[in-house]
């Protein structure tokens, strides 16, 4: 069906989008922390964040690791930061951003996800938000048409 492609790609936007956050979330830090590379931790960490679970998780350590170099306490407060980033991004930022993108509800976000994560790792993580597009879809298209295409 032409609209799921739509709303894959309108998805992968909305995962763009939080990818970008979090990478300009990660320079603002960096710089007023003090944090070398400011700018090449951003990128990275903006990379590393389109890797559902895991690749946020890695940046976050490999940031923590260059912070190190500044300060054990610059590390630590970096660390608890992006503890509370990933909360705020999982959370708020990401249910928001896919409500935008892929017109779906934020509880259905993160409930896909939960489910997916739960169900089969990090690939049923991957695929989660586009699979409730899909079912929202099916569901819209053949199991409760509106009047107006009956």
Not at 51 to 56: D, E, M, R, T, Y
Not at 104 to 121: E, F, N, Q, R, S
């Amino acid at each position: 069906m032409p609209g799921e492609a739509y709303a894959l790609g309108k998805f992968m936007l909305g995962n763009l989008v939080t990818s970008g956050i979090a990478g300009l979330a990660t320079f603002a830090w960096c710089v007023g922390t003090g944090v070398p590379y400011a700018a090449a931790l951003g990128i990275f960490t903006a990379l590393m964040d389109l890797i559902p679970i895991v690749g946020s998780t890695l940046a976050d350590i490999a940031v923590s690791l260059v912070a190190l170099s500044v300060s054990l306490p610059v590390a630590i407060a970096t660390a608890v930061f992006y503890v509370v980033f990933r909360v705020a991004e999982d959370y708020l930022i990401v249910p928001k951003a896919m409500k935008f993108a892929v017109d779906v509800h934020p509880l259905v976000t993160v409930l896909a996800v939960l489910v997916g994560g739960a169900l089969l790792g990090i690939s049923g993580a991957l695929v989660a938000i586009p699979a409730a597009v899909a079912v929202g879809l099916v569901l819209d298209e053949y199991v409760l048409p509106t009047k107006e295409r009956r």
